[in-house]
């Protein structure tokens, strides 16, 4: 692609062309094929993780944030009342975008945890080892996770990690949410009308699968339609 549009801009400049011309990418499965977890397998992958680990991925099953929002979340940007966290730069961190500058809602069980741990300072979810450093990725912890809940697709453990968790967020609110598309941008700290969105991180769930049936009357003996019809 890159080549092409060098190749198209030398050809403008030499008045081979009127202008450059629109070109649009070539459509991408990568949504498309995304399989993600269901919620139920979510919270059996949770249930199976140290407890060190389990409020800190479910915060990010819930609110769809980023890791890297997660382990930098301090305290002061917490409203246990109100049940919200603050994505804001500080001296020592800023969001990745602008747009990545938001609220997110989390839900009345992780509020009850957090107020479990609320006596800390700094960081929520500092690393384990040391509470004045940010957490590591938890890859491993997941994976073995996931092999313990029994999470598998075609014979195999589904392969997941931190960044799935955000892409579960976003498929469960397009598809069972039925989330409205600028809100889920907003969720997710995405630009306005960006493609990414819809492209990379709305994926498939299993569960979704017989909903999409559209089950037909079944015709009685006699010729007449029956009252009763296929279920899902």
């Given amino acids: 692609m890159q080549m092409l549009?060098?190749?198209?801009?030398?050809?403008?400049?030499?008045?081979?062309?009127?202008?450059?011309?629109v070109i649009d990418p070539i459509p991408s499965d990568a949504?498309?094929?995304?399989?993600?977890?269901?919620?139920?397998?979510?919270?059996?992958?949770?249930?199976?993780?140290?407890?060190?680990n389990r409020l800190v991925v479910r915060f990010i099953a819930e609110t769809g944030s980023r890791s890297g929002e997660v382990f930098n979340l301090d305290w002061d940007n917490i409203d246990l009342e109100n049940r919200i966290a603050h994505y804001?730069?500080?001296?020592d961190w800023t969001p990745k975008t602008r747009h990545s500058e938001r609220p997110v809602a989390f839900s009345e069980t992780t509020r009850a945890e957090l107020l479990k741990i609320k006596d800390r300072e700094g960081l929520v979810f500092p690393s384990p080892k040391d509470p004045e450093k940010t957490r590591d990725n938890i890859r491993k912890s997941l994976k073995t996770a996931v092999k313990a809940a029994n999470i598998v697709r075609n014979g195999k453990p589904l392969s997941v990690t931190l960044h799935t968790l955000r892409k579960c967020y976003a498929t469960w609110g397009a598809m069972e949410v039925k989330m409205p598309h600028r809100q889920l941008q907003?969720?997710?700290?995405?630009a306005p009308g960006s493609k990414m969105t819809l492209k990379h991180y709305v994926g498939r769930s299993r569960d979704l699968l017989h909903q999409c049936v559209m089950p037909i009357p079944v015709g009685s003996p006699n010729g007449e339609v029956a009252t009763k019809v296929a279920t899902r």
Avoid at 33 to 42: F, K, M, Q, S, W
Avoid at 88 to 91: K, M, P, V
């Fill in 31 to 52: 949504g498309r094929n995304l399989i993600v977890p269901t919620v139920d397998e979510v919270a059996r992958i949770i249930e199976a993780l140290p407890e060190s």
């Fill in 5 to 21: 549009l060098k190749l198209l801009r030398w050809a403008c400049r030499r008045q081979l062309l009127a202008q450059v011309p």
């Fill in 88 to 91: 804001r730069r500080r001296a």
């Fill in 186 to 190: 907003d969720q997710l700290g995405h």
